[in-house]
């Protein structure tokens, strides 16, 4: 089932792996305060935010190597145009709406008293930040803890940044460690690895008014639209349109060793971009179904991803090959 959107590409994949190797640009990385500025070459990437007044830490914004935003301002920045709506939808984070009855996912200060208990993911320490050639590396120690403070799960997150040519690429290696006798994921589509884009590459929606929208989802199974990839399985998932008249796109690329890979996406016409691996019942619309993990005290679940941000169309990027290349390096 999995393999025939990639057959219909081969052609294309065969095209970008005989591209010649492109160069990579040194990473500088550079700790400010409640963050830490990621630049490749003397472009801006990205920041890593993890102050006392954040509830899960996040990457604002993301950009093409060419130093444009792919993902949406707010609630960060106050951009003309842009929705306001899910303020909990900060860049690229990773959480979970539901471990054992707490909300890692919608846990916003002006959310508490809305559905589940809130819970905050907070930094305990960054083992290390490395600049470099041709990544930067930053590791960091996280604990989930509850509305009352007491710690669920440890996170162990290292985040590579890099540049090949025209991509920027992260790839995140995050393992959670159970603290609690039990710690349980429970069945929902409110999660995971998520990124929130920027309002152009949005697909047409209802909601959608003011700044033109160009976007469009596209597997690698070859279902397109939010119609034909939500809830669907699939190695990655590619969110291609334009900024400012420039093509561009971003892909999520899951890892094979993943829990339960292809992993399922909750991905959304309105920008709303997440692997999600947990919400069967929803993603297949059968309550009796139960797509949660449970795990013991000091047992651990590992996810990696990579996102790859790119010029150009879905068609014309190369997914198939990036991903074969990747995961055939173990996916670092």
Avoid: C
């Amino acid at each position: 089932m999995f393999q025939n959107g990639r057959m219909r590409r081969t052609i294309l994949a065969a095209v970008a792996m005989a591209a010649p190797a492109l160069a990579s640009e040194a990473v500088t990385l550079q700790r400010s305060g409640d963050r830490i500025e990621v630049t490749i070459g003397t472009t801006p990437f990205t920041a890593f935010y993890f102050g006392g007044s954040t509830t899960k830490p996040y990457l604002h914004p993301l950009r093409a190597a060419d130093g444009t935003a792919v993902t949406r301002g707010f609630p960060m920045e106050d951009i003309e145009g842009e929705q306001r709506d899910h303020p909990h939808h900060r860049g690229a984070w990773f959480s979970h709406g539901n471990v054992n009855g707490v909300d890692f996912w919608a846990n916003e200060v002006e959310q508490r008293g809305r559905g589940l208990p809130k819970g905050t993911i907070s930094l305990e320490a960054v083992r290390s930040s490395g600049s470099g050639t041709p990544s930067g590396v930053i590791e960091a120690t996280l604990t989930w803890k509850g509305p009352e403070g007491e710690p669920l799960v440890k996170e162990q997150r290292r985040m590579d940044f890099s540049r090949k040519g025209d991509r920027n690429t992260v790839d995140f290696d995050i393992v959670l460690t159970a603290l609690q006798e039990s710690v349980k994921f429970a069945d929902t589509k409110e999660g995971t690895f998520a990124i929130r884009l920027a309002t152009e590459l949005e697909e047409q929606h209802l909601r959608a008014k003011g700044i033109p929208r160009t976007g469009r989802i596209w597997n690698a199974e070859g279902l397109q639209t939010e119609a034909g990839a939500w809830g669907k399985r699939a190695t990655w998932v590619d969110y291609s349109g334009s900024i400012s008249g420039k093509p561009l796109g971003v892909a999520i690329l899951d890892h094979p060793a993943n829990p339960k890979h292809p992993t399922y996406w909750h991905v959304r016409g309105y920008g709303l971009f997440a692997a999600n691996a947990f919400g069967e019942h929803d993603f297949h619309a059968d309550p009796k179904r139960d797509g949660s993990m449970t795990i013991s005290r000091g047992e651990s679940l590992r996810f990696r991803y990579r996102v790859l941000i790119h010029p150009g169309r879905t068609a014309d990027a190369g997914i198939d090959a990036e991903f074969d290349a990747w995961a055939g390096s173990g996916g670092n």
